[in-house]
């Protein structure tokens, strides 16, 4: 019989990193999560897509995290995402009322993703946008992007990210304008027309 020594760190051999889903769905998302401007809020616009793999296939198991500043380019400090009910401590929601700026929305089967926000201010130096996190089965980590609404294109020239993509990777950061206060940002894993995709350090 062979045995390892698991005496300390120096002699235990590495285990294999773990993808960071499917085990997740069923108990980050929560009602509500894609409320991130309550129904009727003045200035809400609502921005939507789908998660694609490689071959443009939808990846059904994603949950997709935004976060993004007010109109005036301030983050807001509320406490509206993840409220609990003082009486028994159970989870009450978003209070309907307040802007979040935060917001976690699960796909469907169809990788379709749907989130009403308000469109954000610009702020540190940067064109507005909106940050993305996008959680998925099969990624080691999970992936940062950020979305950028048509309207605000005399920003993206001085943007230290937009203005050092040629035009058809920055296109992969801005969302289509389909009217009425409503966007589109297809999110594609990889392969052609595959979303830029940041990472920090």
Same mark, same amino acid.
């Given at each position: 019989?062979?045995?390892?020594?698991?005496?300390?760190?120096?002699?235990?051999?590495?285990?294999?990193?773990?993808?960071?889903? &499917?085990?997740?769905?069923?108990?980050? &998302?929560?009602?509500?999560?894609?409320?991130?401007?309550?129904?009727?809020?003045?200035?809400?616009?609502?921005?939507?897509?789908?998660?694609?793999?490689?071959?443009?296939?939808?990846?059904?198991?994603?949950?997709?995290?935004?976060?993004?500043?007010? &109109?005036?380019?301030?983050?807001?400090?509320?406490? *509206?995402?993840?409220?609990?009910? &003082?009486?028994?401590?159970?989870?009450?929601?978003?209070?309907? $009322?307040?802007?979040?700026?935060?917001?976690?929305?699960?796909?469907?089967?169809? *990788?379709?993703?749907?989130?009403?926000?308000?469109?954000?201010?610009?702020?540190?130096?940067?064109?507005?946008?909106?940050?993305?996190?996008?959680?998925?089965?099969?990624?080691?980590?999970?992936?940062?992007?950020?979305?950028?609404?048509?309207?605000?294109?005399?920003?993206?020239?001085?943007?230290?990210?937009?203005?050092?993509?040629?035009?058809?990777?920055?296109?992969?950061?801005?969302?289509?304008?389909?009217?009425?206060?409503?966007?589109?940002?297809? $999110?594609?894993?990889?392969?052609?027309?595959?979303?830029?995709?940041?990472?920090?350090?």
């Amino acid at each position: 019989m062979t045995r390892t020594d698991t005496g300390g760190p120096e002699t235990v051999p590495p285990t294999p990193s773990h993808t960071v889903g &499917p085990f997740y769905g069923y108990a980050l &998302p929560f009602p509500g999560g894609g409320d991130i401007a309550p129904d009727g809020h003045p200035g809400t616009v609502t921005l939507h897509g789908r998660v694609l793999d490689g071959a443009g296939d939808p990846v059904p198991d994603a949950l997709v995290e935004l976060w993004g500043p007010g &109109p005036d380019g301030t983050v807001p400090r509320v406490d *509206g995402s993840m409220r609990r009910d &003082p009486a028994d401590g159970g989870f009450a929601g978003r209070n309907g $009322i307040e802007f979040t700026g935060w917001g976690r929305v699960q796909v469907d089967r169809s *990788g379709q993703w749907v989130a009403r926000t308000l469109r954000p201010g610009a702020r540190g130096g940067h064109a507005p946008y909106i940050s993305v996190c996008v959680f998925a089965r099969g990624l080691m980590k999970h992936l940062f992007t950020r979305v950028h609404l048509p309207g605000d294109e005399a920003a993206w020239a001085a943007d230290p990210l937009l203005s050092r993509l040629d035009g058809a990777r920055r296109g992969t950061l801005i969302a289509v304008d389909e009217g009425n206060g409503t966007y589109r940002f297809d $999110i594609r894993l990889q392969g052609e027309g595959e979303t830029v995709f940041l990472e920090f350090e």
